[in-house]
């Protein structure tokens, strides 16, 4: 990585700050000391960090954006740059299994690192979800869905003009009268262009921080109101104070200080931000059942491209054999048209739960030569569960079975065989 980055250069800078901590969620630690110091400091209680995983506070934070959040249960709650996750695990256990706790991140490691852990935890889409996305484009969330947004020590991250975009966004996805939580680096004074070019200095954030009466026109900018800013009265230093060797060392720490910075706490200040959406008369009720646009954003890219069978080579299938000793089986992705005609024979397993099943399908299923799923047209959850099906095939080097998708779904099926009692069935 160059030590130099154009501070006008958007691409160039969001690319350095992935590079960067993507390196980071790469590396396991077993030194907890700095994590737990830098963590204390901001002001997570010991209690706090006892009630998540190691893995998921990663000596990251400025704050303790959860601490003014007064997250209820139920409630729909969205974290910026969720990183490892210590604070989607912190919401999650506050909004119970009524609520969602989202991680939004941009960095493939991140959140394959939080989506681990949620693993281990037993937490899953659609109640903890966490979901790739770069903060400084449209976020993959609904309108008015959410109840109150954090963030902790990422916004000084964007560069200026993703900065104002991303909290337009916070105002338009969250709920009439919600609310945002974020901790974050503001600047003392402005910044020499050495300082705003160096890249370790950016990806610690300091380079990227702007000042107060900057940030808070940002926010009003944004349309909130109740704005509020307070200085959090932590010692910046303390991301310098690592004694530890290994991962945990300041080299490879969280935040990379140039070690020619002097004193972090002349430059800049960690900040708590606290603002609401306007409570609006025209508002309804009727938030989405999800806040995520897309429920598949919780779930792996698949790797895969399984193959795919027409409806007639499945009808052959089917034509040719018993229901007994079957070498196939025909699986209905659909969540709630099974009833509406379906390929005589298949059995249901909704593909918004399909990823999480994949152990007890695969149980069921590893044997099965050919594993044909279909939804309405099989033009996304058919191929989706079909391709995760075949990577989890990969992972457990099983080459006797094979998964496939059924081009035209449900749909050309039942045209195509409507009153073949021995292909469709509507039970
Ligand atoms: C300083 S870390 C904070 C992580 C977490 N909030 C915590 O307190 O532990 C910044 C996080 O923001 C993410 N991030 C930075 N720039 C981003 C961008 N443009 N879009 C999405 N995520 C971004 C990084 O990948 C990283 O996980």
């Known amino acids: 990585m160059s030590n130099r980055v154009s501070p006008d250069d958007d691409a160039a800078l969001i690319n350095v700050v992935n590079e960067a901590y993507s390196q980071k969620a790469r590396v396991e630690c077993t030194d907890r000391d700095h994590f737990d110091r830098v963590a204390n400091a901001f002001g997570y209680t010991p209690e706090q960090l006892q009630s998540v995983s190691a893995e998921a506070h990663m000596g990251l934070s400025c704050g303790n954006p959860m601490a003014a959040a007064s997250i209820k249960e139920g409630e729909t709650v969205l974290d910026l740059g969720s990183g490892g996750g210590i604070d989607v695990f912190l919401a999650a256990a506050k909004v119970g299994p009524s609520g969602q706790a989202i991680g939004l991140d941009n960095s493939d490691d991140m959140i394959a690192r939080a989506r681990r852990i949620a693993t281990t935890k037993g937490l899953k889409p659609p109640n903890v979800a966490f979901v790739k996305a770069t903060l400084t484009e449209e976020l993959p969330i609904e309108n008015n869905s959410v109840d109150c947004v954090l ?3 990422v916004i000084n991250l964007l560069p200026p003009a993703g900065k104002l975009k991303v909290m337009q966004e916070v105002h338009r996805i969250l709920k009439s009268g919600g609310r945002v939580s974020l901790d974050d680096i503001v600047a003392k004074k402005p910044f020499p262009e050495s300082l705003r070019s160096n890249v370790a200095a950016y990806v610690s954030c300091i380079s990227g921080a702007i000042l107060l009466q900057e940030y808070q026109a940002l926010v009003e900018d944004a349309g909130f109101k109740d704005i509020i800013f307070m200085e959090n009265p932590s010692d910046l230093n303390v991301y310098l104070d690592s004694g530890s060797t290994g991962c945990c060392s ?15 706490n002349e430059l800049a200040a960690s900040y708590h931000i606290y603002a609401t959406k306007a409570n609006s008369s025209a508002a309804t009720n009727s938030a989405p059942a999800s806040a995520l646009k897309n429920w598949w954003d919780a779930y792996p890219i698949p790797a895969s491209s399984a193959s795919s069978l027409e409806c007639a080579e499945v009808a052959d299938l089917i034509k040719n ?40 399908f695969y149980e069921q299923h590893k044997e099965t030569k050919q ?25 457990q080097r099983n080459t006797e079975s094979k998964a496939f998708w059924m081009t035209g779904g449900a749909k050309e099926w039942v045209a195509s065989y409507k009153g073949r009692g021995d292909l469709v069935d509507f039970d």
Not at 250 to 264: C, N, V, Y
């Open 250 to 264: 300041r080299e490879s720490s969280a935040i990379f200080i140039p070690t020619d910075i002097g004193d972090l």
């Open 371 to 395: 594993v044909i799923l279909y939804c309405g047209s099989s033009h996304g959850r058919g191929p989706r569960c079909a391709k995760w099906y075949q990577d989890y095939l990969d992972q």
């Open 321 to 360: 054999s018993g229901l007994e000793k079957r070498d196939f089986v025909v699986v209905d992705v659909r969540r709630n048209d099974h009833a509406g005609g379906h390929v005589r024979g298949s059995i249901q397993q909704p593909a918004q739960t399909f990823y999480d099943g994949l152990p007890m």
């Open 151 to 153: 963030s902790n020590c």
